[in-house]
T-cell receptor, first 116, second 115 residues
Framework: AQTVTQSQPEMSVQEAETVTLSCTYD???????LFWYKQPPSRQMILVIR??????QNATENRFSVNFQKAAKSFSLKISDSQLGDAAMYFC?????????????FGTGTRLQVTL | DGGITQSPKYLFRKEGQNVTLSCEQN?????MYWYRQDPGQGLRLIYY???????QKGDIAEGYSVSREKKESFPLTVTSAQKNPTAFYLC??????????????FGPGTRLTVL
């Protein structure tokens, strides 16, 4: 079974600084997707960024980028120019390409605090 | 506006009672999902449906049941057989149920508390 590990329960960053959240996963599949979701205090899950495993280029969405290391099974999220609104729980998630529904396996999350 | 709605936002239930959580989407998505979230844990998949009148068990289906009679709706029933039902429940949908994994879009969630 696939597992997703987020080893940092909590992280803190100063406003305008850069922070990196770590995620590792375990799978025997060669084709899969990886996601970072944000859960603010409202508790609604919001997609931040996604990465297809067959793409070597790291995904980028504005201030958010990933460092995808397929051989190491590592998928970290970098947040640049951190803003107060970035404070939230961040979940890493994995989805295999099985031809069926997109079943997500989530990590336990990292709580990000943004300070002035 | 297109989106996913869940109701109610908060739900209280006495032990031994069944309760149904509502999930509706107007995104014209084929696939829908139910997740459970407990403190300190990530989301865990309860049930999912790729198309109308079809659904499959996820990782923690025991004590839950679902139906998918309409494309827009995917209600979840928490039965009295669920031993620890107090949790936050999230519904999600994605464009298709097959092929490459699609991004899942989530509703605002329902907080269920068993008294």
């Amino acid at each position: 079974a696939q597992t997703v590990t987020q080893s940092q329960p909590e992280m803190s960053v100063q406003e305008a600084e850069t922070v990196t959240l770590s995620c590792t996963y375990d799978t025997s599949e060669s084709d899969y997707y990886l996601f970072w979701y944000k859960q603010p205090p409202s508790r609604q899950m919001i997609l931040v960024i996604r990465q297809e495993a067959y793409k070597q280029q790291n995904a980028t969405e504005n201030r958010f980028s990933v460092n995808f290391q397929k051989a190491a099974k590592s998928f970290s999220l970098k947040i640049s120019d951190s803003q107060l609104g970035d404070a939230a729980m961040y979940f890493c998630a994995y989805s295999p390409f099985t031809g069926t529904a997109s079943k997500l396996t989530f990590g336990t999350g990292t709580r990000l605090q943004v300070t002035l | 506006d297109g989106g996913i709605t869940q109701s109610p936002k908060y739900l209280f239930r006495k032990e031994g009672q069944n309760v149904t959580l509502s999930c509706e989407q107007n995104l014209n998505h084929d696939a829908m999902y139910w997740y459970r979230q407990d403190p300190g844990q990530g989301l865990r998949l309860i049930y999912y449906s790729q198309i109308v009148n079809d659904f499959q068990k996820g990782d923690i289906a025991e004590g839950y049941s679902v139906s998918r009679e309409k494309k827009e709706s995917f209600p979840l029933t928490v039965t009295s057989a669920q031993k620890n039902p107090t949790a936050f429940y999230l519904c999600a949908s994605s464009i298709s149920g097959g092929g490459r994994p699609d991004t899942q879009y989530f509703g605002p969630g329902t907080r269920l508390t068993v008294l």
